[in-house]
């Protein structure tokens, strides 16, 4: 399949759409850093062009999926280093490290879906889904991770604010 590569390298041009995403606008903008975001965009667009205009030639749609990975990739080093005094490089890795570990173990289970089941490609990749979420999920539960256990208990207190009112009514 010849558009797996593609895929496989905009994955990880939206890790780092949404890391930038993370930097610019809940950091950069709150702290009114506005001008050097919106330069780091300006950069990052005019990188992502000019390597567009070498590498297409060669590697077609590959080439165009690439310079976008190096596009964010300036992006986010570009407001790295705008909020250095807030996060050190360190910092960042050590927060990180569990969750790429995490995501290394779903693409193992996500990769291996194929060698136990071999059915028809739309059930292979529903079921490779699943079994993404779902390991990731289960990773995030045993870890006892903090984003997953807030999300779980925020939506426990909707549930039970929502269960009263239907009682009230």
């Given at each position: ?31 009114g ?6 330069y ?17 030639t ?22 790295m ?20 570990l995490?995501?290394l173990?779903m ?37 006892r991770?903090?984003i ?7 939506f ?6 929502k ?7």
């Amino acid at each position: 399949m010849p558009v797996v590569p593609v895929i496989i390298i905009l994955i990880l041009s939206l890790f780092l759409a949404a890391i930038s995403d993370l930097f610019g606008m809940q950091i950069m903008v709150i702290r009114g850093q506005n001008r050097a975001y919106a330069y780091s965009g300006i950069i990052g667009s005019i990188v992502s062009f000019g390597f567009n205009l070498f590498i297409v030639t060669m590697l077609a749609s590959e080439g165009t999926a690439l310079a976008f990975l190096v596009g964010n990739l300036v992006i986010v080093s570009i407001q790295m280093y705008f909020i250095r005094d807030l996060l050190s490089l360190k910092q960042i890795i050590k927060m990180m490290m569990p969750y790429l570990l995490y995501s290394l173990t779903m693409m193992a289970c996500i990769l291996a879906v194929p060698h136990i089941y071999s059915g028809p490609s739309f059930y292979t990749l529903a079921i490779q889904c699943v079994v993404g979420l779902g390991s990731y999920l289960v990773i995030l539960f045993i870890r006892r991770d903090e984003i997953l256990h807030y999300v779980l208990s925020s939506f426990r207190k909707k549930q039970l604010s929502k269960d009263k009112r239907m009682e009230e009514i």
